[in-house]
Structure formats: structure tokens, C-alpha cells
């Protein structure tokens, strides 16, 4: 019987949704049905706004945002930084500078690229027994044939009342402090907020490379603001690369720190941009209404949001989808009748909306699940 | 039908792949929700859902989901370890998450050895089969009941 559960364990996902799948770069999503050798990994039926990298490896929004203004931006002004003032100061100063910027911009674009390309802690959408099973829960009371009202479901959080909201498009109860981003259209857990900077939604499992980016960022633009003043201050040639740097840096620098203020305040309070916009905790709602999620104490705070373990990620971009193939051991005749014998799962509990049920069994890898350690 | 008359008349050695065409049906699936009162961590709700009644026993269920919320507790405990592990990682701009395997990713081995285990040892015999949360998004325990056909075949 243990065979025959693991051959049990279908992804639904491998049912035909009717969400179209985001077409992936290399573009090799031919149809598959032609070509049952090749099994296709789940990030190639995707059913986000995203676009997928090195076999599955890399992930991007779908809209880019200014993800390349901002490291042009970088590379531009740390590049001018090098050419025009580091031999300068360097004569006059000491050999250290380059080195600091060296280091400050090689941490910064590191941070950014972990930042735009790290899935944030999409959940992944529910199977359709899921749906199937939640709505049965919540049309006790209400009839089908129209809109229902939005659904909430309160829970209590460390004695704190707290509403979730059924997110229409993923079909379950999202989790606290879970949003659907439009853009990415996409559940994201810890929900911060969309940057369009670093062209990627910022939840749980990166903000810490989000806020690290920014810090660095901080620190490497009042570096080289710092720089070229002292340069422009001791020389008494005005090359145009400093000009433009400092413009660049005057501007960004104070923009920059107040954001990392801004972020600094939430991560002390474990709040996201999305609860502080919206005053979720700040009273307005009613009395008594505090963070349930914060420790109550700076530092655990802090911990907990840049230095908990991290959490892995839930939409196994690279594992296989149960592939088309049925046990061809038996031959083809008694094969076919297999096909028609074994039902997919989803087929055979009443599917929730009319899913057309897939021609044939699928018998999953023990492990389909891949824990990939990277992003 | 024809193929289970089939299967019959095979040795052991094919019955394998034609025990396929009389695994048992799915008869339904009980979904075992997360349990929010403790904030964002992983947790499952203990309470017993009443379609496993025949099937299983109450105290074997709870047993299970509590194991499974205290290697959840484990992989995502804020400690001296996770802490120091946050450090190292930020100083290197984070990039041994991409050579190191984390410390979450090694209790999750664990849960999926653990769940294996499971499978085999309790819910398989009563024709049950949990499925690892971590399939599903961490947001549901899923458990399949298979139709009871008690032939031979049910191990």
C-alpha cells in the first residue's frame, strides 16, 4: 500500500488550470503531451505574474520596475566615484578609501540582486480539494449563484482579534499578515510592500536582504558624498564626473537614510509597511488594539526579524510536476485501462470548478519535493 | 472490472504494477488547518476532524500534529544558534544561503523523514496517507482516506 499512496500523491497543479502559464525565458514550454519523456518543473506552470531564471533557479516580477535604473544608478556613480576621485584622495588621503568603497559596493549590489531575485514567501495557491474543502466550509450560509460578500475569519492572536480575508485569486483564508500583491499577483507572506526599485514584492524571506540592501546603501552613498566633498574641497579642479556624483549622491543620500529610518523603526516594532499605512495596530481602529506580533522589546524585535532561521521556500520552483507518463510496465491495452482506472485525485473528490481531469495517473517521485538551498 | 479480473490471474512480481489498477479510491480528504493563537509560526490545529473517527484513534492524531508543531517550534526557534547564523550570513552579504544548507531546510528533512515514518508505521494500515505540509504550502495537514476495501491488497 505504500507503493500505491506514493502514486496517490498528485499535484493537482498538474491539472490544466485556466490561468495561463507565464511563457519561461528559455521557451521551452512546447506541449508536453507529445513529449512524455520530459518531465516539467513546477515553475513553468506558474500561475503568478513572474518570469523564471536558470531552469527555475532565479525569479523575477514580471514587471521589472526600475530594478535596472537603480543599478545603473549604482555602478554609475560608484564607477565615476573610482575613476575620478579615488586617485585623487588616495594621493592625498590614504589608500584605504577605494578599499572601503570596494567593499561597501560589492555588499550593495549583492544585497540588491538577493533582493530583487529571492522568491519573498509567495504561498503557493490552494490545490482545488483545498478550495473545494474551505468553500464547503463557508457556503453553509450563503448561496452560490452570485458574489458572495468578502469573507473574513477571525482568529485571536495572542489575545488580539484578528481578521483574515479570502483572498479570491488563491483561493484560501490568508494567513496574518499575508497580502495579495496585484502586481505580481501573487500571496506574499509578511506582505511589506512592492518595490519597484528593486522590481520584486518585499515579504518575509527577504526583507532582511531588502533592509540590508538599503543600510549599505546609506552608508555607501554618504561614503561617496563624503568623498567627493572632501575632494572638490581639497582640489581645485572640478571634473564633471564629481559634479555629477554629487548631484546623484545629495539627492539619493537623504532619501536613502530616511528610508532606512523609516525601516529601522519597523523592524524595532515587527511591523511591516502594509500594517503602518494602513494603522492596523496604532489605535485607530478601537482601544487596546497593540502589535500582536511584537516581542515587546527592541532587540528581540530586531532578532526576530533579520536573524530568524530562514524560512525556505513554499513554491518549489524546481521540482517536477507528476509527469504524463502512466506504469507502462503492464503494455499498452492494460496501460490504458490503467488510465482510465486510476483517477487523479482531484477528479474523483469533486472537483471545485469544473476541472478538466487529466488523461492520465501520476505516479510522483517520492521526492518531488526539492528543497533547493539557493534563493 | 476487467482489469481487476486480470490482476488475479497474474504472478506477484506483475501484481505490482497492476495493484495500481486496484489501489484503493480516494473517498475524500480532511484538510487540518493552521493554528494562528500563537502568531505567524507553523502550527496545526489539534482538534480531532470527526470523518477520521472510524479510522483512527484521537489520541494517535493528536500525537502526531504535536510532533509535527514541535519540529516546526524547533526549525524556526529564535536562539543563540539562529542568531549567530543570521550574523555570519549577513556579514557575507547572505550569500552562504546558497552553499550552506540552512538551518530550517535540516528539521524539514527531519519532518519528512518523520511523516515517512508516520505513513508507514500508523496511517497507511488504516487506509489513510498524510500528506507533508510543506507540499502544500505549509498551510494545511492534508490527509486522504482511501475507500475501505479490505481484500488483501489494504497493507
Same mark, same amino acid.
Given at each position: 500500500?505504500? %507503493? @500505491?499512496?506514493? !502514486?496517490?500523491?498528485?499535484?493537482?497543479?498538474?491539472?490544466?488550470?485556466? *490561468?495561463?502559464?507565464?511563457?519561461?525565458?528559455?521557451? =521551452?514550454?512546447?506541449?508536453?503531451?507529445?513529449?512524455?519523456?520530459?518531465?516539467?518543473?513546477?515553475?513553468?506552470?506558474?500561475?503568478?505574474?513572474?518570469?523564471?531564471? +536558470?531552469?527555475?533557479?532565479?525569479?523575477?516580477?514580471?514587471?521589472?520596475?526600475?530594478?535596472?535604473? *537603480?543599478?545603473?544608478?549604482?555602478?554609475?556613480?560608484?564607477?565615476?566615484?573610482?575613476?575620478?576621485?579615488?586617485?585623487?584622495?588616495?594621493?592625498?588621503?590614504?589608500?584605504?578609501?577605494?578599499?572601503?568603497?570596494?567593499?561597501?559596493?560589492?555588499?550593495?549590489?549583492?544585497?540588491?540582486?538577493?533582493?530583487?531575485?529571492?522568491?519573498?514567501? /509567495?504561498?503557493?495557491?490552494?490545490?482545488?480539494?483545498?478550495?473545494?474543502? /474551505?468553500?464547503?466550509?463557508?457556503? %453553509?450560509?450563503? %448561496?452560490?449563484?452570485?458574489?458572495?460578500?468578502?469573507?473574513?475569519?477571525?482568529?485571536?492572536? =495572542?489575545?488580539?482579534?484578528?481578521?483574515?480575508?479570502?483572498?479570491?485569486?488563491?483561493?484560501?483564508?490568508?494567513?496574518?499578515?499575508?497580502?495579495?500583491? &496585484?502586481?505580481?499577483?501573487?500571496?506574499?507572506?509578511?506582505?511589506?510592500?512592492?518595490?519597484?526599485?528593486?522590481?520584486?514584492?518585499?515579504?518575509?524571506?527577504? !526583507?532582511?536582504?531588502?533592509?540590508?540592501?538599503?543600510?549599505?546603501?546609506?552608508?555607501?552613498?554618504?561614503?561617496?558624498?563624503?568623498?567627493?566633498?572632501?575632494?572638490?574641497?581639497?582640489? *581645485?579642479? =572640478?571634473?564633471?564626473?564629481?559634479?555629477?556624483?554629487?548631484?546623484?549622491?545629495?539627492?539619493?543620500?537623504?532619501?536613502?537614510?530616511?528610508?532606512?529610518?523609516?525601516?529601522?523603526?519597523?523592524?524595532?516594532?515587527?511591523?511591516?509597511?502594509?500594517?503602518?499605512?494602513?494603522? &492596523?495596530?496604532?489605535?485607530?481602529?478601537?482601544?487596546?488594539?497593540? @502589535?500582536?506580533?511584537?516581542?515587546? %522589546? /527592541?532587540?528581540?524585535?530586531? +532578532?526576530?526579524?533579520?536573524?530568524?532561521?530562514?524560512?525556505?521556500?513554499?513554491?518549489?520552483?524546481?521540482?517536477?510536476?507528476?509527469?504524463?507518463?502512466?506504469?507502462? *510496465?503492464?503494455?499498452?491495452?492494460?496501460?490504458?485501462?490503467?488510465?482510465?482506472?486510476?483517477?487523479?485525485?482531484?477528479?474523483?473528490?469533486?472537483?471545485?470548478?469544473?476541472?478538466?481531469?487529466?488523461?492520465?495517473?501520476?505516479?510522483?517521485?517520492?521526492?518531488?519535493?526539492? =528543497?533547493?538551498?539557493?534563493? | 472490472?476487467?482489469?481487476?479480473?486480470?490482476?488475479?490471474?497474474?504472478?506477484?512480481?506483475?501484481?505490482?504494477?497492476?495493484?495500481?489498477?486496484?489501489?484503493?479510491?480516494?473517498?475524500?480528504?480532511?484538510?487540518?488547518?493552521?493554528?494562528?493563537?500563537?502568531?505567524?509560526?507553523?502550527?496545526?490545529?489539534?482538534?480531532?476532524?470527526?470523518?477520521?473517527?472510524?479510522?483512527?484513534?484521537?489520541?494517535?492524531?493528536?500525537?502526531?500534529?504535536?510532533?509535527?508543531?514541535?519540529?516546526?517550534?524547533?526549525?524556526?526557534?529564535?536562539?543563540?544558534?539562529?542568531?549567530?547564523?543570521?550574523?555570519?550570513?549577513?556579514?557575507?552579504?547572505?550569500?552562504?544561503?546558497?552553499?550552506?544548507?540552512?538551518?530550517?531546510?535540516?528539521?524539514?528533512?527531519?519532518?519528512?523523514?518523520?511523516?515517512?515514518?508516520?505513513?508507514?508505521?500508523?496511517?497507511?494500515?488504516?487506509?489513510?496517507?498524510?500528506?507533508?505540509?510543506?507540499?502544500?504550502?505549509?498551510?494545511?495537514?492534508?490527509?486522504?482516506?482511501?475507500?475501505?476495501?479490505?481484500?488483501?491488497?489494504?497493507?
Amino acid at each position: 500500500l505504500k %507503493n @500505491n499512496c506514493e !502514486y496517490q500523491q498528485i499535484d493537482p497543479q498538474a491539472l490544466p488550470t485556466p *490561468t495561463p502559464a507565464p511563457p519561461p525565458h528559455h521557451g =521551452n514550454d512546447r506541449d508536453k503531451r507529445e513529449e512524455p519523456k520530459r518531465p516539467r518543473r513546477k515553475w513553468q506552470v506558474f500561475p503568478g505574474k513572474n518570469r523564471f531564471y +536558470c531552469d527555475g533557479r532565479i525569479m523575477v516580477a514580471r514587471q521589472s520596475g526600475v530594478l535596472p535604473l *537603480t543599478l545603473g544608478l549604482i555602478v554609475i556613480t560608484s564607477g565615476l566615484f573610482f575613476i575620478f576621485d579615488c586617485p585623487f584622495l588616495v594621493k592625498h588621503l590614504t589608500s584605504c578609501i577605494p578599499v572601503i568603497g570596494g567593499g561597501l559596493f560589492v555588499f550593495v549590489v549583492i544585497t540588491l540582486l538577493q533582493t530583487s531575485l529571492t522568491d519573498p514567501g /509567495i504561498l503557493p495557491r490552494a490545490t482545488p480539494d483545498e478550495a473545494a474543502d /474551505i468553500e464547503k466550509q463557508i457556503d %453553509n450560509t450563503g %448561496n452560490a449563484s452570485y458574489r458572495p460578500p468578502p469573507r473574513t475569519k477571525e482568529v485571536l492572536i =495572542n489575545q488580539q482579534v484578528v481578521k483574515l480575508k479570502y483572498c479570491f485569486s488563491c483561493k484560501m483564508f490568508r494567513p496574518p499578515r499575508t497580502s495579495h500583491c &496585484s502586481l505580481c499577483d501573487n500571496c506574499v507572506e509578511r506582505f511589506d510592500h512592492h518595490c519597484p526599485w528593486v522590481g520584486n514584492c518585499v515579504g518575509k524571506r527577504n !526583507y532582511r536582504f531588502f533592509y540590508t540592501f538599503i543600510v549599505s546603501l546609506s552608508f555607501l552613498t554618504a561614503f561617496i558624498f563624503g568623498c567627493v566633498t572632501t575632494h572638490l574641497a581639497l582640489s *581645485t579642479k =572640478n571634473t564633471p564626473g564629481s559634479n555629477m556624483e554629487l548631484v546623484i549622491c545629495f539627492f539619493s543620500v537623504w532619501s536613502i537614510l530616511g528610508l532606512s529610518g523609516f525601516h529601522t523603526y519597523l523592524v524595532a516594532s515587527n511591523l511591516t509597511t502594509n500594517e503602518d499605512i494602513k494603522g &492596523s495596530w496604532s489605535g485607530k481602529s478601537g482601544e487596546g488594539v497593540t @502589535n500582536p506580533y511584537s516581542h515587546k %522589546n /527592541i532587540f528581540i524585535n530586531c +532578532c526576530s526579524v533579520l536573524c530568524a532561521p530562514m524560512p525556505p521556500s513554499l513554491i518549489d520552483r524546481r521540482g517536477f510536476l507528476p509527469t504524463d507518463e502512466s506504469v507502462q *510496465t503492464a503494455g499498452a491495452g492494460i496501460g490504458l485501462a490503467a488510465k482510465s482506472e486510476i483517477n487523479v485525485v482531484g477528479g474523483s473528490s469533486q472537483p471545485a470548478s469544473g476541472l478538466q481531469e487529466s488523461p492520465s495517473p501520476v505516479p510522483v517521485p517520492p521526492h518531488s519535493h526539492q =528543497n533547493s538551498s539557493s534563493v | 472490472m476487467r482489469a481487476a479480473a486480470i490482476g488475479k490471474t497474474f504472478t506477484m512480481a506483475e501484481t505490482h504494477s497492476l495493484q495500481d489498477l486496484q489501489q484503493p479510491a480516494v473517498s475524500s480528504k480532511v484538510f487540518v488547518q493552521r493554528d494562528y493563537s500563537s502568531g505567524t509560526i507553523s502550527k496545526f490545529q489539534t482538534k480531532f476532524p470527526s470523518e477520521l473517527e472510524s479510522r483512527l484513534d484521537k489520541q494517535q492524531f493528536e500525537e502526531t500534529i504535536q510532533t509535527l508543531n514541535n519540529l516546526y517550534a524547533e526549525a524556526e526557534k529564535l536562539g543563540a544558534e539562529s542568531y549567530l547564523e543570521g550574523c555570519l550570513a549577513c556579514l557575507t552579504a547572505y550569500t552562504i544561503f546558497l552553499c550552506m544548507e540552512t538551518h530550517y531546510e535540516k528539521v524539514l528533512k527531519k519532518i519528512a523523514r518523520y511523516i515517512k515514518d508516520q505513513n508507514e508505521k500508523i496511517y497507511a494500515p488504516r487506509g489513510l496517507l498524510l500528506t507533508d505540509p510543506i507540499e502544500r504550502g505549509l498551510r494545511v495537514v492534508e490527509i486522504t482516506i482511501f475507500e475501505d476495501r479490505s481484500i488483501g491488497s489494504g497493507r
